[in-house]
T-cell receptor, first 117, second 116 residues
Framework: GENVEQHPSTLSVQEGDSAVIKCTYS??????FPWYKQELGKGPQLIID?????GEKKDQRIAVTLNKTAKHFSLHITETQPEDSAVYFC????????????????FGKGTHLIIQP | GAVVSQHPSWVICKSGTSVKIECRSL??????MFWYRQFPKQSLMLMAT?????????EQGVEKDKFLINHASLTLSTLTVTSAHPEDSSFYIC????????????FGEGSRLTVL
């Protein structure tokens, strides 16, 4: 099955600096890569996702890049703010065609992002 | 966006009792829902895939008789932890995919189970 590795496990950056979290996956058939933010005691919230037919996607201060050949994808957060502090999870799944294939996600182990004021 | 609701958000029970957790898709129909388990400071581990109108598909190592899943309608899946023991204490999270918006999985807020 799929195996997702995530690094680093903890990342501390100064407010205003950028943060980068990296993930690798093992199953070349995976085609959907979401990133989730989880605050303490809450469920994960999707912040951005990317599909295998796209190399990069950006949404304001957040961007994700995907290298299918190397099987790795990264989350980039620019101009970090205190409210960005949370645990971030990458994930991968293999989803079928339109309306089909409901594979569950395989998650990385998470990165605890700490924004230093 | 789509909303997934879980109930209860937390529950404390005695060892040996059974606990039911509900997962509802509030504004969309979900033929498939997923149940995850998360231990403190760890990642989410997929337990099972809940299929409306048919049996759930369990991941390797997850006991079917221990974690009963029922997906009786297009908006409700339930997870029952039977004969709960302290080692079953965990954060249980469900998710569902709204096919109207593609592949995004929406997660519930989770249910924290503590077995005394």
């Amino acid at each position: 099955g799929e195996n997702v590795e995530q690094h680093p496990s903890t990342l501390s950056v100064q407010e205003g600096d950028s943060a980068v979290i990296k993930c690798t996956y093992s199953d070349s058939a995976s085609n959907y890569f979401p990133w989730y933010k989880q605050e303490l005691g809450k469920g994960p919230q999707l912040i951005i996702d990317i599909r295998s037919n796209v190399g990069e996607k950006k949404d304001q201060r957040i961007a994700v890049t995907l290298n299918k050949t190397a099987k790795h994808f990264s989350l980039h957060i620019t101009e970090t703010q205190p409210e960005d502090s949370a645990v971030y999870f990458c994930a991968a799944s293999k989803v079928g065609g339109m309306g089909g294939g409901a594979d569950g996600l395989t998650f990385g182990k998470g990165t605890h992002l700490i924004i230093q004021p | 966006g789509a909303v997934v609701s879980q109930h209860p958000s937390w529950v404390i029970c005695k060892s040996g009792t059974s606990v039911k957790i509900e997962c509802r898709s509030l504004d969309f129909q979900a033929t498939t829902m997923f149940w995850y388990r998360q231990f403190p400071k760890q990642s989410l581990m997929l337990m099972a895939t809940s299929n409306e109108g048919s049996k759930a598909t369990y991941e390797q190592g997850v006991e079917k008789d221990k974690f009963l899943i029922n997906h009786a309608s297009l908006t409700l899946s339930t997870l029952t932890v039977t004969s709960a023991h302290p080692e079953d204490s965990s954060f249980y999270i469900c998710s569902a995919r709204d096919l109207r918006v593609g592949r995004e999985l929406f997660f519930g807020e989770g249910s924290r189970l503590t077995v005394l």
